[in-house]
């Protein structure tokens, strides 16, 4: 049986990638069918709308504000291409704790995907896989780490752990992604609680209790143990067990040793926004940030994430890697946080919007075509390779 390693996937996917999604699109029609979604991030999100049930649309949106923000903010960085810079050859990979990554950036956890598509991170994992695009898989997806790890295959993997009240239970699951292969954990710390969201309240909604939702959690040795019944024969109290721990507002900065002494792997912190913070997380001993506000999820009037990252690149000073997420809908967004200093970038929404329009194939032909709209807007900005932007592509504009 072929096997495919990183490598491998590195020298497939980026180099002329975009010329020849282009031609694809231009001449042979995608075989003569057109595109299953939408190349326009605006008609993705249109007709995902229309696609989904108004709850999980509800869900999905954020806190007006902060989203508004967070996309309306890279309007304050601009592009400024140079020319006669031989962009023949490029190079999209990105190394990241010792291991390269076929792009710069990888699909940010999202929970509960089968609110929007019956296949939820099953397709998505499948999708990943065949393009080698790396996936960070959420404690609360419907799909138990382990199966999705063998769905990605060779694909790069990381984590994303909810660090919850049970600590017994905490060190199990980090247990597991290391023996599922995973290679970084990303520890999400700005959901304690979820936000106040109105649409969901409006919808009278809340798609967590959902019982196989909790899958990484029912199937859980020292999970199952917390309960006088198994799961399967009183879903109710594995439901109650579930939220009362799920999340974990006691958290402070003393608890982070705990995770250093339950993980060998790379440990990022998800949801960093201040600086001070930022420079805590290097005291700490943390591996890798992620600037991120959650997507406008969590709270209104938050900053746009991508004004926050400037300020984290300085009080970092390159001693830990950046990434960045919140807002990212199309490869110049991507560009300009990378520039910023970020090494990577997590794709959100967008690609739940094609797990919700086709499936599977929805979701890769999104990351078709976020990989080659990155392709072309590096060769066109007169870059080669995404590791080696600066801010000196970028133009502040004023605000
Ligand atoms: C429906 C939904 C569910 C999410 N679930 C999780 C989750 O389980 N864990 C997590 O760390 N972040 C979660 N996020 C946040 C994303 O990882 C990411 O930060 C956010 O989607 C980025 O914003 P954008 O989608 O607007 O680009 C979720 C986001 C959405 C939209
Ligand atoms: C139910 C798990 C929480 C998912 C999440 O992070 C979000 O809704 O933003």
């Known amino acids: 049986m072929a ?27 995608f075989n003569g069918r057109r595109p299953l979604v939408p190349a326009s991030s605006k008609l993705l999100e249109l007709q995902a709308k229309e696609r989904m049930s108004p709850d999980a649309w509800g869900y999905l949106s954020g806190m007006d504000e902060t989203m508004e923000a967070n996309i309306a903010a890279f309007r304050h960085w601009s592009i400024v291409p140079r020319i006669l ?19 710069p950036f990888l699909l940010a956890p999202i929970g509960v995907q089968k609110i929007v598509h019956p296949d939820g991170e099953g397709a998505v994992a499948r999708a990943a896989a065949k393009l080698g695009v790396p996936m960070i898989p959420s404690t609360a997806a419907y799909i138990t780490l382990e199966d999705l790890a063998k769905t990605l295959g060779d694909t790069p993997r990381w984590f994303q752990l909810y660090w919850s009240k ?55 040795p020292v999970f199952r143990r917390s309960l006088k019944q198994p799961p399967e024969k009183d879903r109710h109290a594995a439901i109650q067990l579930y939220m009362e721990i799920f999340g974990n507002p006691s958290l402070t900065w003393a608890d982070i040793p705990f995770l250093r002494q339950h993980t060998k792997l790379p440990i990022l912190l998800k949801g960093i926004m201040h600086p001070d913070d930022a420079r805590q997380a290097v005291e700490a001993g943390i591996d890798g940030i992620i600037v991120s506000n959650h997507g406008g999820r969590q709270v209104n009037g938050e900053r746009a994430a991508i004004d926050a990252l400037p300020d984290i690149v300085e009080a970092v000073k390159g001693q830990v890697p950046l990434l960045f997420d919140s807002g990212i809908r199309k490869a110049a967004d991507a560009f300009k946080a990378i520039a910023l200093g970020a090494k990577a970038v997590l794709l959100g929404r967008p690609y739940l919007w094609g797990l919700a329009l086709a499936g599977e194939q929805g979701v890769e032909e999104v990351l078709q075509n976020f990989i080659a709209d990155l392709d072309l807007t590096l060769a066109l900005s007169g870059h080669t390779a995404y590791s080696a932007l600066d801010v000196s592509a970028l133009h502040k504009e004023p605000v």
Do not use: C, K
């Not at 590195?10 to 180099?15: F, L, M, Y």
């Not at 810079?85 to 792009?103: C, E, H, I, K, Y």
């Not at 936000?195 to 959690?217: C, E, H, K, S, T």
């Open 3 to 29: 096997t495919r390693t990183t490598t491998q996937t590195v020298a497939t996917i980026p180099h002329q990638f975009g010329n020849v999604r282009q031609r694809q699109v231009y001449t042979d029609g």
């Open 85 to 103: 810079r031989n962009v023949a050859q490029r190079d999209l990979s990105v190394q990241l704790f010792g291991q390269t990554l076929p792009v």
């Open 166 to 220: 049970d600590p017994d239970f905490n060190a199990s699951l980090l247990r597991r992604a290391e023996r599922a292969g995973y290679t970084a954990i990303v520890v999400t710390l700005d959901t304690y609680y979820l936000g106040w969201r109105v649409d969901d309240i409006q919808n009278a909604y809340m798609p967590f209790p959902l019982y196989d939702g909790l899958v990484n959690y029912l199937t859980d």
